[in-house]
């Protein structure tokens, strides 16, 4: 069964301050790992990622992944109260499905 | 920019009801999925569409779930014998394939069972 593991569970920062937020996974047949944002409602997707060492950048957030070690980080730096967020990350294996880690909660207090 | 729009954005029914979930995926999407969250916990598929026939389905996803596609916009979940444990909320998603392209998620749908 494929697995996805993200920590730390929570975290609390201050504005400005950079957070790195960890997914580790277990898959057969990886295609791609994905990053949403979730606020209220619908998660909004950041990033997918394919291939190993390569950072994509979106202003203050940016990703790498690492297939060898079946892990992937998301950055955010000079974090803003807008940031807070439970960040979800999600594998994609052969087929359709998305299979999801439990989130990192982050809070970023001003 | 074009999104998943969800109705209703609450819905709450009885247990042993029938509830529609309705969704119109991006309109030139093919792959459409529904995914569940029980308060608290993750988020979970259901159910991928494509070509008007499931393309796969979870474990979670059984008799009482079916999907249609009624119209050219149109994507619908049916629940047809309401639980308790049902209650959570349904997320719809589209995207344009089913390997190189992301999946766009809708506002969600929060189904409570009484």
């Known amino acids: 069964e494929d697995k996805v593991v993200q920590s730390p569970l929570s975290l609390v920062v201050h504005e400005g301050d950079t957070v790195t937020l960890n997914c580790s996974y277990e898959v057969t047949n990886f295609r791609s790992l994905l990053w949403y944002k979730q606020e209220k409602k619908a998660p909004t997707f950041l990033f997918m990622l394919?291939?190993?060492?390569i950072e994509k950048k979106s202003g203050r957030l940016s990703s790498i992944l690492d297939k060898k070690e079946l892990f992937s980080i998301l950055n955010i730096t000079a974090t803003q109260t807008g940031d807070s967020a439970i960040y979800l990350c999600?594998?994609?294996?052969?087929?359709?499905?998305?299979?999801f880690g439990g989130g990192t909660r982050v809070l970023v207090k001003p | 920019e074009p999104e998943v729009t969800q109705t209703p954005s609450h819905q709450v029914t009885q247990m042993g009801q029938e509830v529609i979930l309705r969704c119109v995926p991006i309109s030139n999407h093919l792959y459409f999925y529904w995914y569940r969250q029980i308060l608290g916990q993750k988020v979970e598929f259901l159910v991928s569409f494509y070509n008007n026939e499931i393309s796969e389905k979870s474990e979670i996803f059984d008799d009482q779930f079916s999907v249609e596609r009624p119209d050219g916009s149109n994507f619908t979940l049916k629940i047809r014998s309401t639980k308790l444990e049902d209650s959570a909320m349904y997320f719809c998603?589209?995207?344009?394939?089913?390997?190189?392209?992301?999946?766009?998620f809708g506002p969600g749908t929060r189904l409570t069972v009484t």
């Open positions: 999600a594998n994609k294996a052969a087929g359709n499905k998305l299979t």
């Open positions: 998603a589209s995207s344009l394939d089913r390997v190189t392209y992301e999946q766009y």
């Open positions: 394919t291939s190993s060492g």
